[in-house]
Nanobody, 123 residues
Framework: QVQLAESGGGLVQAGGSLRLSCAAS????????MGWFRQPPGKEREFVAVISWSGGSIFYADSVKGRFTISRDNAKSTLYLEMNSLKPEDTAVYYCAADPDGSYRDTTSYPYWGQGTQVTVSS
């Protein structure tokens, strides 16, 4: 079992930055892929970014490419999401997830989820 806990969300003005963290505990996560998803108000949860266990493979949703950076520190069992040039449409609850079995873009592929952290971008 893996327990995930996100932090770092908050209220920020458009154009600003935030850094989300996801601390993992329980089973080691250093050998499994991890990802970020988000759920905007009234919409379905959507893929944001994923990173392989080594950090050697990274994929982003087109909507965040060039603005968001996913990274991980396996020694600290922590996943990060650096978000720059934030837009109001980035407003959502952000979730981290681990150990996909199937398409990394599909929420149903991930057995482990955090509780989410709210990010609100004001215009």
């Amino acid at each position: 079992q893996v327990q995930l806990a996100e932090s770092g969300g908050g209220l920020v003005q458009a154009g600003g930055s935030l850094r989300l963290s996801c601390a993992a505990s329980g089973r080691t996560v250093s050998s499994i892929p991890m990802g970020w998803f988000r759920q905007p108000p009234g919409k379905e949860r959507e893929f944001v970014a994923v990173i392989s266990w080594s950090g050697g493979s990274i994929f982003y949703a087109d909507s965040v490419k060039g603005r968001f950076t996913i990274s991980r520190d396996n020694a600290k069992s922590t996943l990060y999401l650096e978000m720059n040039s934030l837009k109001p449409e980035d407003t959502a609850v952000y979730y981290c997830a681990a150990d996909p079995d199937g398409s990394y873009r599909d929420t149903t592929s991930y057995p482990y989820w955090g509780q989410g952290t709210q990010v609100t971008v004001s215009s």
